[in-house]
């Protein structure tokens, strides 16, 4: 069974940054897919970013595109979201997800719904 453990949330003013990190238990890490997604208040999880471990193709979600960047250690089992320039709309429970595909970072992220694991959020707070 694959556990995932997000790291690093808390309260941050608005410019500032943050970083995330999803600890993993996966065993064939170049395996596999690995993504951040989002909750905001009242919204739909929205996928955020996502990278392909085998060859580190990633994707962004348009409105974190230029402020977020995804990086996995494969050494580690960890995939980060470094955080920079946060708004208050980044706000929400972010969750890590990672599935055993080999697939353009993109297409695993518009697949959310087929995910096999999940780990538990963590909070991130976004002061103006």
């Known amino acids: 069974e694959v556990q995932l453990q997000a790291f690093g949330g808390g309260l941050v003013q608005a410019g500032g940054s943050l970083t995330l990190a999803c600890v993993t238990s996966i065993f064939s890490f170049d395996d596999y897919a690995i993504g951040w997604f989002r909750r905001a208040p009242g919204k739909d999880r929205e996928e955020i970013s996502c990278?392909?471990?085998?060859?580190?193709?990633?994707y962004y979600n348009d409105a974190v595109k230029g402020r977020f960047t995804i990086s996995s250690d494969t050494g580690e089992k960890t995939v980060y979201l470094q955080m920079n320039n946060v708004k208050p709309e980044d706000t929400g429970v972010y969750y890590c997800a990672a599935k055993a595909v080999i697939i353009r970072a993109g297409a695993f992220c518009r697949s959310a719904n087929l995910i096999h694991y999940w780990g538990k959020g963590t909070q991130v707070t976004v002061s103006s």
């Open positions: 990278i392909s471990s085998r060859d580190a193709n990633v």
